[in-house]
């Protein structure tokens, strides 16, 4: 894909999928929408398209090509998404909730016959609640890319998935290669170093378990079949093209490590929705005029730095 001539000259659709580091990703795209001034857009089935360009779309979506494409034509957007080891990725969201860890690993135990746990057998399920973790627990980023219905298994060939999927999306990000993707970005948008500074703004509190552990690793494989095909590709694609970019990663990491140290001064627990515990930076309020804005978006949550950007757009001190 050729690069835009300039961050002006276009939309950008970010399809955030969970527990991949699609907070950071939102981070960086929402801080480029401030910066230019662009209008958020909600999509919706039958919604009144607003025709202000340039445009941004940045949150959890089951992607629809069909539906998407006239608030965000090919020819004048990027289309982004974040995918992840899938192992790695269910168990950051089960250990998300505190309150769903124990349903999912029963839901695993009971509907993936793993009896070996006693407690399971004082655990049922609603049909609502088995369609609901089935999403979680099979091809969950397929499911919110549009590739296949919640809970299902992809039918067809490892080639007619990619191609549809790069018909859509024209730059894909990888949790395990995220500076290396966000060099990528850079590159396509021609922004500058500054533009794509990013610090993990919201660390989970709680390892998995070594039970948790054997259980994804012996189940997701089997189960996510489409969303190994496209963490295969990509992982070899990243894994290839990280040594061209290697000099430009050390620059990032060292303007990333230079923010966190000037902006931060460590690491408090916080919560969303008032049940979800994580861990947030500690904003440095002993900072100068000219760095201050910066360093408190930098730190803010997807939730709240979206809240910012659409009410008011400029954020003064």
Not at 135 to 160: A, D, E
Not at 182 to 198: A, F, P, Q, R, T
Request: glycine residues 4%.
């Amino acid at each position: 894909m050729e690069k835009f001539s300039s961050i002006k000259d276009v939309n950008i659709y970010f399809l955030k999928t969970h527990k991949t580091g699609g907070s950071a990703v939102n981070n960086v795209l929402y801080r480029l929408a401030i910066k230019r001034g662009m209008n958020y857009t909600k999509i919706w089935k039958n919604s009144p398209i607003n025709l202000t360009e340039p445009r941004i779309f940045a949150q959890h979506f089951i992607h629809n090509s069909t539906l998407v494409r006239p608030f965000f034509p090919k020819n004048k957007s990027i289309y982004i998404t974040i995918i992840r080891n899938p192992v790695e990725q269910i168990l950051s969201r089960w250990n998300y909730n505190p309150e769903q860890r124990d349903l999912i690993d029963n839901f695993f135990r009971l509907f993936y016959n793993k009896t070996n746990n006693s407690n399971s057998s004082n655990f049922s399920f609603t049909r609502k609640e088995v369609n609901y973790f089935k999403c979680l627990t099979r091809n969950l980023m397929s499911y919110y890319l549009g590739i296949v219905g919640c809970g299902g298994i992809y039918t067809g060939s490892k080639g007619h998935l990619l191609k549809k999927f790069q018909q859509d999306f024209d730059l894909v990000l990888l949790t395990e290669y995220f500076s290396e993707g966000m060099i990528l970005l850079k590159k396509l948008l021609n922004l500058s170093y500054e533009d794509i500074v990013c610090l993990s703004v919201n660390e989970g509190l709680k390892e998995p378990s070594k039970s948790q552990r054997e259980l994804a690793e012996e189940i997701i494989p089997r189960e996510s079949n489409a969303d190994y095909i496209l963490y295969n590709y990509y992982k070899k694609f990243y894994q290839d093209i990280s040594p061209l970019v290697q000099d430009e990663v050390k620059v990032l990491k060292r303007l990333n490590r230079q923010y966190q140290n000037q902006c931060t001064i460590g690491r408090e627990e916080k919560y969303f929705f008032g049940q979800v515990p994580y861990k947030a930076y500690r904003l440095n309020e002993n900072l100068l005029p000219k760095i201050k804005k910066m360093c408190w978006l930098l730190t803010r949550t997807d939730h709240e730095i979206r809240e910012v950007f659409t009410k008011f757009r400029e954020i003064i001190f």
